[in-house]
């Protein structure tokens, strides 16, 4: 055999070994990890059990504000990763192939929008990736806690310990506010208004430090804590027992526009902080931690019924977008009443309150309407109340008067 003819066998023989090792390969590890081998939905507590969100319940149920409740079942929800036909043996196979020991690596993430939390060491603008991602199973940690993809191989999804909906609010920030679990649960971003983050899925089989899928499993969550609309230039023009409650809007916010606005809801109180009118007799269009997740809500501050927009203080019920005014009735004449005006969307959340107008309901004295705390008062009527009644009693003397005098008359 020639050295040429050598060579070349020679050659053949190891690109043939090199494709049947890479075959033998292929053949034990199997088709990698596609994004589609894993479903991702969330479920809420309902009654004593966990349940899965419809997409009409998950639109509900994050655009809430039930961060401000803290660790509660009613304000808490799970995600669960359910595994396509197939993907256990695919897992399985992977990570018997990869120096893993046998466990592999799945974790949860919340991003900023925009950052791909799937990409270990990564650096934006000169900051590491980790300011923008926080770990759910983990605040505080980047990557931090994950737990084995080697559940696959046996179960038919993987459940998450409940998460609080207040680590989503707070991953919308700078992740770094959740230092710990402790600040990763703080009620102080529960008043963003409109915000959205992003839930990943990490699944790693390999041995290296990325996961196997980027992009992976994800679902965009919007988060609406807090209504942006606050009504402006209100008024309180004041009449025989109401008050008439006018508003407006900032030049820019048109109401009737806006699919989230659903309307406005009044609150007022007589005095200081007192309740104008029986409880239940206006329903409230909005939900609160109170009414949300009582178990651990904290306690409204005395003194101060509009800042925790008890629905006691109700003075209204839901007043359509189209409308700028509403009369309060049933008003005692001469108590000064406190009233406010509160944007409300279609999620149940309450905006911040309008500036609170004094007016007191009285009668009037005349075509000089009184001006009391700024507010205008209703001329009276044409009839007045005590003319009227003093008429009514000379007619009456009258007629008395003329009984007596014929009954005079008669007498022998």
């Known amino acids: 055999m020639s050295p040429t003819t050598s060579k070349s066998v020679l050659a053949?023989?190891?690109?043939?070994?090199?494709?049947?090792?890479?075959?033998?390969?292929?053949?034990?590890?199997?088709?990698?990890?596609?994004?589609?081998?894993?479903?991702?939905?969330?479920?809420?507590?309902?009654?004593?059990q966990w349940v899965q969100m419809s997409a009409l319940d998950q639109q509900y149920f994050f655009n809430r504000a039930r961060c401000q409740c803290g660790h509660d079942s009613s304000a808490e929800f799970k995600i669960v990763i359910q595994p396509a036909v197939g993907t256990g043996q695919k897992i399985q196979a992977l990570l018997a192939a990869s120096q893993t020991g046998g466990q592999g690596v799945g974790r949860l993430f919340a991003g900023t929008p925009g950052y791909d939390c799937l990409a270990p060491n990564s650096l934006v603008g000169g900051v590491s990736l980790q300011a923008f991602c926080t770990n759910l199973l983990d605040p505080g940690n980047y990557p931090g806690l994950s737990f084995g993809m080697t559940v696959f191989e046996n179960v038919n999804f993987w459940e998450s310990p409940p998460i609080p909906v207040s680590y989503l609010f707070n991953s919308i920030s700078f992740p770094t506010s959740c230092g710990f679990q402790g600040t990763c649960d703080s009620t102080s971003l529960c008043s963003s208004t409109i915000?959205?983050?992003?839930?990943?899925?990490?699944?790693?089989?390999?041995?290296?430090?990325?996961?196997?899928?980027?992009?992976?499993?994800?679902?965009?969550?919007?988060?609406?804590?807090?209504?942006?609309?606050?009504?402006?230039?209100?008024?309180?023009?004041?009449?025989?027992?109401?008050?008439?409650?006018?508003?407006?809007?900032?030049?820019?916010?048109?109401?009737?526009?806006?699919?989230?606005?659903?309307?406005?809801?009044?609150?007022?109180?007589?005095?200081?902080?007192?309740?104008?009118?029986?409880?239940?007799?206006?329903?409230?269009?909005?939900?609160?931690?109170?009414?949300?997740?009582?178990?651990?809500?904290?306690?409204?501050?005395?003194?101060?019924?509009?800042?925790?927009?008890?629905?006691?203080?109700?003075?209204?019920?839901?007043?359509?977008?189209?409308?700028?005014?509403?009369?309060?009735?049933?008003?005692?004449?001469?108590?000064?009443?406190?009233?406010?005006?509160?944007?409300?969307d279609r999620f149940g959340n309450i905006g911040a309150l309008s500036d609170v107008i004094y007016g007191t309901p009285n009668v009037g004295t005349g075509p000089s309407a009184a001006f009391t705390n700024g507010c205008s008062f209703a001329v009276r009527g044409k009839h007045d109340r005590s003319k009227t009644a003093g008429s009514l009693w000379l007619a009456v003397m009258a007629l008395a008067f003329a009984r007596r005098k014929r009954a005079t008359a008669k007498s022998p």
Do not use: H
């Open 12 to 48: 053949y023989v190891i690109v043939s070994a090199t494709l049947l090792a890479a075959g033998r390969s292929s053949a034990q590890v199997g088709p990698a990890l596609a994004a589609s081998d894993f479903a991702m939905y969330f479920e809420r507590y309902e009654g004593n």
């Open 195 to 344: 915000a959205q983050t992003t839930i990943q899925f990490w699944a790693q089989t390999n041995s290296g430090i990325a996961p196997d899928l980027d992009p992976g499993p994800a679902a965009s969550v919007s988060l609406v804590g807090m209504v942006p609309v606050v009504p402006s230039n209100v008024t309180a023009q004041g009449g025989n027992e109401a008050l008439t409650v006018s508003w407006g809007w900032p030049a820019n916010v048109n109401p009737v526009t806006e699919p989230s606005y659903l309307g406005v809801q009044l609150l007022c109180q007589r005095g200081t902080d007192n309740q104008v009118f029986k409880q239940g007799s206006f329903s409230p269009a909005y939900m609160t931690a109170a009414t949300l997740c009582p178990a651990t809500a904290t306690a409204p501050a005395p003194g101060s019924p509009f800042s925790d927009f008890d629905p006691k203080y109700l003075c209204s019920g839901l007043i359509p977008p189209t409308t700028t005014s509403y009369r309060i009735t049933g008003l005692q004449n001469g108590i000064p009443y406190a009233v406010g005006v509160a944007a409300v």
